[in-house]
């Protein structure tokens, strides 16, 4: 990290820390972000809608970038995430009135470091080399996981933000949510079919491997916890499938806080293609023992839940579930009608992620769908995996205004 920042890039970055404050401090915002504390907190009065950027943002954002360092085109880069939502879409995506930034944390289960093949870099379209072939072979060779933090590093990179345009905008050293995907990392070191298989040819060694990854995320968690890494998420803070943990039932303000106190994520989108008796006997038992460690759980991501419910439901902590474009609407908005549990709705990202032109009567009927299905449900609606907007900024804010004009219609 070059730290010689030239007084031009300064004067940028100054500035945009200037738009978020101001943006953040909006009587809109604040109203926007009382309605995101009434979600999670079961009383919400009318849906939440967002936008994901992450997925698009390199179309978005590097054109805008006016810095001349890589160092301040980074931090620029940062500011704008911040708050470019309400810029273009004009969404619920809550700007923050601080510059977030999230300990350096290192965690490897088993101590492995998987190696890809594909493109160099590339976020899509690679493929992990397994590292384990013969399960009962390779599973005694597995090593002990391990985790650590650049506590120095953090702090100094918090500092080097601070004495830029922390008089404006202050840095805040933030947690996100206990996330762990145990199945995701079974499919990381063998591989989706031969995961599947060995639930027939092999299930003594899986339900360890299960075990033993389970056990690795729980060391993790219960490290941070001890090491005082663990900030509060009730607040701006990131939970999983797009979404944040603003609630008054969970505990903290700046000092850390245990895992029982912050909220968890899981997801399982590898046991998608398996029985829901599979799901009971390989994946329930482990999730459950996560899910326990936290105070609220967020669950889901591009698997249906509706094909497992009768155990997704036994999470005594559910506070939000994901319902993907592939669920039963109907049977989900029925299950979660007149609970405090989040219908964490995902629409078809292809309506925004295609071609240019935007099919707004078929986009509006989906929409339409998802409000009647989940009437009188806590709803939040995010869009989430658009790779790509083709350039046409208005196209995706006229999304966000139809969920508006529906919810007026349908809604109340």
């Not at 650590?148 to 949510?177: Q, R």
Request: with cysteine; aromatic share 14%; glycine share 8%.
């Amino acid at each position: 990290m070059d730290k010689n920042i030239s007084a031009y890039d300064r004067n940028i970055l100054r500035e945009l820390a200037h738009k978020q404050l101001e943006y953040a401090s909006l009587p809109l915002m604040h109203s926007r972000i009382a309605d995101w504390y009434s979600l999670n907190d079961g009383n919400a009065t009318r849906p939440i809608v967002q936008l994901e950027l992450g997925s698009f943002q390199d179309e978005i954002i590097p054109p805008m970038l006016r810095c001349e360092s890589e160092t301040a085109r980074n931090i620029e880069f940062s500011l704008y995430r911040n708050f470019l939502n309400y810029e273009l879409f004009d969404d619920d995506f809550p700007v923050p009135d601080f510059f977030p930034i999230g300990w350096q944390l290192r965690f490897n289960l088993f101590g492995l470091n998987i190696e890809t093949t594909g493109p160099k870099e590339a976020s899509l379209g690679y493929q992990y080399k397994h590292p384990i072939t013969d399960l009962p072979e390779d599973l005694p060779k597995l090593g002990k996981t391990t985790f650590g933090v650049d506590k120095e590093g953090t702090l100094a990179y918090k500092a080097f933000v601070e004495e830029i345009f922390g008089d404006i905008l202050p840095a805040k050293l933030v947690s996100y949510c206990l996330a762990a995907y145990p199945t995701y990392e079974a499919v990381k070191l063998m591989g989706m079919e031969y995961f599947y298989e060995s639930m027939y040819t092999h299930p003594e060694e899986l339900h360890a491997l299960m075990s033993s990854i389970a056990d690795g995320y729980r060391e993790y968690f219960t490290w941070l916890e001890a090491e005082s890494l663990q900030l509060p998420t009730n607040g701006r803070q990131g939970v999983g499938q797009g979404t944040w943990g603003f609630t008054h039932q969970l505990p903290g303000t700046d000092k850390p806080v245990s895992a029982k106190a912050s909220w968890g994520y899981l997801n399982s989108q590898e046991s998608v293609g398996i029985s829901p008796d599979m799901y009971e006997e390989f994946i329930f038992p482990y999730y459950q023992s996560l899910a326990e460690m936290t105070g609220l759980l967020a669950y889901g991501c591009c698997e249906p839940p509706d094909k497992v419910w009768q155990y997704v439901s036994q999470y005594k902590n559910l506070r939000k579930v994901s319902i993907p474009p592939w669920s039963d609407e109907k049977l989900m908005g029925d299950r979660l009608r007149g609970t405090n549990i989040v219908f964490a709705r995902k629409p078809d990202p292809l309506f925004l992620g295609t071609a240019n032109d935007f099919d707004e009567v078929g986009y509006t009927k989906h929409i339409v769908n998802t409000l009647t299905a989940a009437r009188g449900c806590q709803l939040e609606i995010t869009f989430r995996d658009i790779y790509t907007i083709g350039g046409n900024v208005k196209k995706a804010r006229r999304a966000i205004e139809i969920i508006r004009e529906q919810t007026e219609k349908i809604w109340h």
